[in-house]
């Protein structure tokens, strides 16, 4: 029903289903402070202005989808520790991107206050993410293209004819 | 107001400033589409199966953000073009990690009509996304750390307490 759901389950594609397990926005941000290192309840609620019930929601909704485990806090019997899975680990990627995009594209203030990521040998600043072939090569934009399975929908087709045709002006440059 | 905003703008951070700018989730998948070479409203419509009301305020709202340009339709007199800007091509390591991180982490059916990122070169699917270091070096995951600016609010600091920590851990690892 258009307009409606909220799923994006059905999408058959990686980033529809990763769409759909990540969450909303909340959840990229509450993402962001376990990558950091925050695992308290309090802390989030104060760190991101959100509702409790609304952070409460987001946690549950996230253990649901594997990306965090919740633990029983040692120091506070009423409270929870929340820690990354290897699953939920494995989004650094998609948080260093949105971080270094932002920070290009976005900044904010002089950026006195901003959270960086760097080189722990260097103590430089990450250049950017980049694509990595199975050789280890780092790959830029014209090095790759996409291709679809076997069982593509027509409107698929359509859209891969696309691509096609602008690989073939890439071609033609 | 904690529960009733939906702006970010005011988190001083990348990762913020880019969820907002982003916007929710139909427009990744929209963003995703524009990455395959979509251009066309019905398109976008009929592939996402999304309400065109829905459809075209998330396309204006990507427009206001400057992620894309329309531009008119030489071959439709109503309609228009959608294309990524340079600040919305800008994208494309966040779009091609949740595709990798989709396709592992939560993979549907056999695979067989997914569309896969692949490199000219070899044909082989790409292997990962990864942080690149200013000289061009991958970096993994315990070659970096992060830091804050000289700004950083009390919460802020507490969060970079819990870095510092979990650092040190590393270190006597």
Known sequence: MP???TSF???DCGV???VEAI???WCVLILRNLFMGMTRFDDFAAHLSISTKTLANRLQRMEAHGLLTATPDPHDKRGKIYQLT???TALGPVISALSLWGDKWEP????SSRTEIYELATGKPIARVALVSQSGKILEGDDVSLRRGPMGSDVRDRLMDLVAQRDA????Q
């Not at 904010?108 to 950026?111: F, L, Q, R």
């Open 3 to 5: 307009g409606t759901r």
């Open 9 to 11: 389950e059905d999408h």
């Open 16 to 18: 529809a289903q990763a």
């Open 23 to 25: 969450g909303d926005q």
């Open 86 to 88: 290897e699953k939920g």
């Open 108 to 111: 904010k203030g002089d950026g």
């Open 169 to 172: 002006r890439k071609g033609a």
